[in-house]
Structure formats: structure tokens, C-alpha cells
């Protein structure tokens, strides 16, 4: 985080301007600030600043989500950080912080991507980025991108490629410390951990606004839709990227109904009955839908699935298992229909410019937020 970025910033609990504090230790490097207090000139509210991540949660959150490291950064700067209690009772939160938990389970001990995945083919690699989110290179130029829910980085590398002015990653989880790795030390990178719902982002401050893979893993998808859309300034490109209701009929009608009974397990367990699907998916890629579509690819395309499944065919194994314990783990899941996103554009002021059901599985939009 460098100083200059305190100009699209603002508190999340009052809205007020916000300042290094004064007082309190600050370490930088550079321009960099990398250990500090951020503070709001009007309510007095605090916010640390751990590895150059600004951590903007409200005080409940604070006690819930932190962990150990970050409390020990935090006590060295001298920020007031809330500390959970016995008895402190997180139970309206439940929801948010078993995603939190699954989530950061998943990019931290599973999936593990660094920039030479980033840099090779399939799901990481750039050309399905651009199929996900298909807005084109020039179009990033010198312009400030937000990506919201951003995991360990994988948007942020590909974006990075087309010479933006700014790169904002907003992450709820503790995998956002690993995105800094991906970058040089002169890299214009801000790194928020907070919630999509409650960030402290203003609003206008950005020319291009990315949801890649997550809006149908947020509680409430509408107000994250608000949120995304409002940051825009008039003219700003949306673009999101999430699951569809036609066509993920197997999702819909086994999968979700089934995690009643799956969010029960341990996650360890999860995952390993994860490697039973994925296997069968394997299967049927390598010896059904290749094998027909080599055949005849006019039947192979009459095949349930056939564009999702000749997609995940350019995936090792390893790929489709993770993508699997995705599926059953993520404790919040929503499928949108088509006329659903176009609703959620109309909402936030957003006029679509493409909307194309990617892979059969996912709705891809493109939007440029109207005056």
C-alpha cells in the first residue's frame, strides 16, 4: 500500500477520509508502506496495515478473521485490534466465516498456483482468463482495475500484462498475502482484505470493475453487484464471470441439494470424496466425448456438457479434482439464469455490451456503466 492510495479509500464504518495515523508505528520501504495504522480523521476508527495489505473488517470481524500472524504484526505497530473473547458469539456471521475458512482452505493448502501456473495453459493460463472475462488487452491501458474477490492472484497477474495505471484486489481471505509474490517491488498493486459488502473503496474511482468466478459464492449477490457496479465511473467497463442455471442441471438438481448433508464432513474428507467424481469426469473426457468428437464432432456436440468437458480436457487430474471439492465444498453456491444478470445490470446502471454462456456452464458479461 503507498500513501497515494489513501485517495480512493474510505472508512467502512463512516464513510469519513481516512490518513496514516500518527503515533503509531509505521514501517515503509520506499514508497511502500508495509507495517502501519490506517485511520479515520472523522470517527477515529483504526484499520492495520500487514505486509502492504490494508485490512479494512469492522471490530466483530476483526476478532473472527484474523489470524495469529496478522495479530502479531498488528500488536508491533501499536493498532487497538480487537481480540475474540470466550463466549463471543459469531453465530449471525456463521455463514461468512465457515466461506472464509473453506475458501482460504482451498487457495492455501490445495491449490497452491504461483505465477509459472499463471504463465502456462488451461484454467490459469491467459486465453481462458480472456474467454472468462473477455474484455481485450488495449482496454486495460493506463486504466484502474478493481477485481474483486481476487483469491491468490490469478486476475491480477493476467491484468498486470496490459499495463494498467492501478490494480486494486479486494480478497476477504488470508490468501491475499500471497499475491504481492507475483509482482515486482515497483508494481502500483493495492491489497484490500475485507469484505466485497462492507469495502472501503469510494465510489467512482475506478475504470474497470472484475468478478471472475466468485459473484455466485457471495451472500448476497445483489448488493455485491451494487458494490461492483458503484465503483465505476460513468463510461467504466463491469465484468463478471458466474455460474449459469442452464445447463449445470447436475449441479442443480444433485449437487446443491446434496450439501446438507456434505458440509458436515471435514474438509479433509471432503476433498478426498472429491477424487471420486473427477475421476468418472476423466473418464468420460478421455474416453467418450475425445473419442466420439474425433469420431464425429456434429454428434459429440449433441452430448450433455460437451463444451464444458472438451474445456476441462485441456486440465490435468489434479485441475478437475480441485474444481470437484470447489463444487461440493463452497457453503454458498448460487446459479444465475440468464434473465437474472441482465437484471443485475440493469439495477446497477450497467448497459451490457456482450453476454455469452460460456463453456455452457458460466455467463460471461460485459457491461459499460451508463451516466
Known amino acids: 500500500m503507498k500513501r497515494i492510495h489513501l485517495s480512493v479509500l474510505r472508512c467502512i464504518r463512516c464513510g469519513g477520509d481516512l490518513e496514516i495515523a500518527s503515533g503509531l508505528t509505521t514501517v515503509e520501504s520506499g514508497d511502500e508502506i508495509v507495517h502501519g495504522t490506517i485511520g479515520c480523521r472523522k470517527c477515529a476508527a483504526e484499520f492495520p496495515i500487514v505486509d502492504g ?9 476483526m476478532k473472527t478473521l484474523l489470524t495469529t500472524a496478522e495479530r502479531r504484526s498488528i500488536a508491533k505497530t501499536g493498532c487497538t485490534c480487537p481480540v475474540a473473547e470466550t463466549g463471543d458469539d459469531a453465530s449471525k456471521n456463521e455463514k461468512l466465516v465457515r466461506t472464509v475458512e473453506n475458501w482460504s482452505y482451498q487457495w492455501n493448502q490445495v491449490l497452491g498456483w504461483t505465477a509459472e501456473d499463471f504463465a502456462g495453459k488451461g484454467f490459469c493460463g491467459e486465453k481462458c482468463f480472456r474467454e472468462f472475462i473477455p474484455i481485450q488487452p488495449e482496454e486495460y491501458r493506463d486504466r484502474t482495475v478493481v477485481i474483486w474477490c481476487g483469491g491468490n492472484g490469478r486476475e491480477a497477474y493476467h491484468v498486470a500484462r496490459y499495463a494498467p495505471a492501478l490494480i486494486i484486489v479486494v480478497e476477504i481471505g488470508d490468501e491475499i498475502y500471497r499475491i504481492r509474490d507475483l509482482f515486482g517491488p515497483g508494481a502500483n498493486l493495492l491489497l484490500l482484505r475485507c469484505d466485497m459488502l462492507k469495502n472501503p473503496l469510494r465510489e467512482g474511482v475506478a475504470d474497470i470493475s472484475i468478478c471472475d468466478h466468485a459473484l455466485q459464492h457471495i451472500i448476497d449477490h445483489r448488493q455485491a453487484f451494487s458494490m461492483l457496479a458503484g465503483v465505476l465511473k460513468p463510461g467504466g467497463l463491469a465484468a463478471i464471470c458466474a455460474y449459469s442455471h442452464e445447463n449445470n442441471f447436475l449441479i442443480t438438481g444433485l449437487v446443491e441439494p446434496l450439501k446438507s448433508v456434505l458440509h458436515r464432513l471435514p474438509l479433509v474428507l471432503l476433498r478426498f470424496l472429491a477424487c471420486l467424481p473427477a ?38 487430474l489434479k485441475f478437475i479434482w480441485t474444481a470437484c471439492f470447489d463444487l461440493l465444498h463452497a457453503p454458498v453456491s448460487y446459479h444465475f439464469r ?17 453476454l455469452v454462456n460460456t463453456h455452457q456452464t458460466t455467463w460471461s458479461m460485459i457491461g459499460t456503466r451508463l451516466p
Not at 474425433?294 to 476441462?312: G, N, Q, S, V
Not at 445490470?345 to 451490457?352: D, E, F
Open 279 to 316: 475421476l468418472v469426469i476423466f473418464f468420460c473426457i478421455h474416453f467418450v466425448y475425445l473419442p466420439i468428437r474425433k469420431y464425429d464432432e456434429k454428434t459429440a456436440r449433441r452430448i450433455p456438457l460437451y463444451e464444458h468437458m472438451i474445456f476441462w480436457s485441456e486440465c490435468n
Open 53 to 61: 495489505v490494508g485490512v479494512f473488517f469492522d471490530p466483530e470481524m
Open 338 to 354: 440468464r434473465d437474472e444478470i441482465v437484471s443485475l445490470a440493469a439495477s446497477g446502471k450497467i448497459g451490457i455490451r456482450t
